[in-house]
């Protein structure tokens, strides 16, 4: 990994070589190398802590990662996963028959590129991977996966095919295929564990907004569901909104007297100034003739 550091080659093959970790710096990572090929090999999850480093950082390069046919488990996947959070380049990554990645491995796939937990979640999600593939054998030779988390990976990897180059319009369609669609919704909260109401998370005062966009893309049927689920949100939209407007008009009020009065006092606090300013004149001129009285008659003995 060193000496490909200022290396043009873009494709590195190494699959069959018995490899069981690599050991990567972030000072000496390739500079070019967008394909690592390291299929049937010994790679666990010590082994993806070094390819990590591959894939963290803006610096990134590496389009294509294939570790099919290794000693990856649950670990490793985590550790891929946590890596990949923030990357921008990796576009395939390619797990098939690595036996020990169970179906919570598999879940975590799902979570990196549409997690589901929340609307912040899922927009932060990652927009830019296109293949994931994740499918294990038994030891007979049969498949063994999750038909229904590989479909929502598959779906949510479509949906960045789709809007390749525009993360912000892949966050927002996935958005609202799953958070604004009850039964996608259901079934991805399920795999991934949460139970709360999207609709708690939503500023009431965007509720129409959303419930425009659900009608739009899904239908009077599915608007008729998202009504029926923010019916009291609705209510204390409308409420909280009467209620916002009265207090404004209130402290406008509260503002335009508060003004009168400041006005009023500045006018007579101007007055008792103005008074003071005469008084104090007049004492100075009469402590003037004293003085000069005083003055005169010692003139004269």
């Known amino acids: 990994?060193?000496?490909?550091?200022?290396?043009?080659?873009?494709?590195?093959?190494?699959?069959?070589?018995?490899?069981?970790?690599?050991?990567?710096?972030?000072?000496?990572?390739?500079?070019?190398?967008?394909?690592?090929?390291?299929?049937?090999?010994?790679?666990?999850?010590?082994?993806?802590?070094?390819?990590?480093?591959?894939?963290?950082?803006?610096?990134?390069?590496?389009k294509y990662l294939h570790l099919d046919d290794n000693k990856i488990d649950d670990e490793g996947v985590e550790i891929l996963v946590d890596a990949l959070q923030n990357n921008t380049s990796l576009e395939t990554l390619n797990l098939r028959k690595n036996n020990d990645i169970s179906r919570q491995g598999q879940i975590m796939l799902l979570k990196l590129c549409c997690d589901i937990s929340s609307i912040k979640a899922t927009l932060q999600s990652n927009h830019t991977l296109k293949n994931i593939r994740s499918i294990s054998e038994n030891s007979d030779g049969f498949i063994q996966t999750d038909d229904g988390v590989m479909k929502e990976i598959d779906m949510a990897t479509l949906i960045n095919i789709s809007y390749k180059n525009n993360p912000e319009g892949a966050s927002r369609k996935k958005v609202i295929r799953t958070q604004l669609q009850s039964g996608t919704r259901a079934a991805l909260c399920?795999?991934?564990?949460?139970?709360?109401?999207?609709?708690?998370?939503?500023?009431?005062?965007?509720?129409?907004?959303?419930?425009?966009?659900?009608?739009?893309?899904?239908?009077?049927?599915?608007?008729?569901?998202?009504?029926?689920?923010?019916?009291?949100?609705?209510?204390?939209?409308?409420?909280?909104?009467?209620?916002?407007?009265?207090?404004?008009?209130?402290?406008?009020?509260?503002?335009?007297?508060?003004?009168?009065?400041?006005?009023?006092?500045?006018?007579?606090?101007?007055?008792?100034?103005?008074?003071?300013?005469?008084?104090?004149n007049d004492e100075v001129e009469h402590r003037s003739n004293k003085r000069r009285r005083k003055w005169w008659w010692g003139l004269w003995g």
């Open 1 to 62: 990994m060193r000496a490909l550091r200022d290396s043009p080659i873009e494709t590195l093959s190494c699959d069959r070589c018995g490899i069981d970790s690599i050991e990567i710096d972030f000072v000496s990572s390739p500079k070019s190398l967008k394909s690592l090929h390291l299929g049937d090999n010994c790679i666990n999850a010590d082994g993806c802590r070094g390819l990590a480093k591959l894939l963290q950082g803006g610096d990134s390069t590496l």
């Open 190 to 280: 399920h795999l991934q564990d949460v139970n709360h109401s999207v609709y708690s998370e939503i500023d009431p005062l965007h509720l129409p907004e959303v419930l425009s966009l659900i009608g739009q893309h899904h239908g009077h049927a599915e608007l008729f569901v998202a009504l029926s689920s923010s019916i009291m949100t609705l209510f204390s939209t409308v409420n909280r909104k009467k209620c916002i407007q009265q207090q404004m008009e209130y402290h406008a009020a509260k503002v335009a007297e508060h003004r009168a009065q400041l006005e009023e006092l500045g006018t007579e606090l101007e007055a008792i100034e103005a008074a003071e300013g005469n008084t104090g």
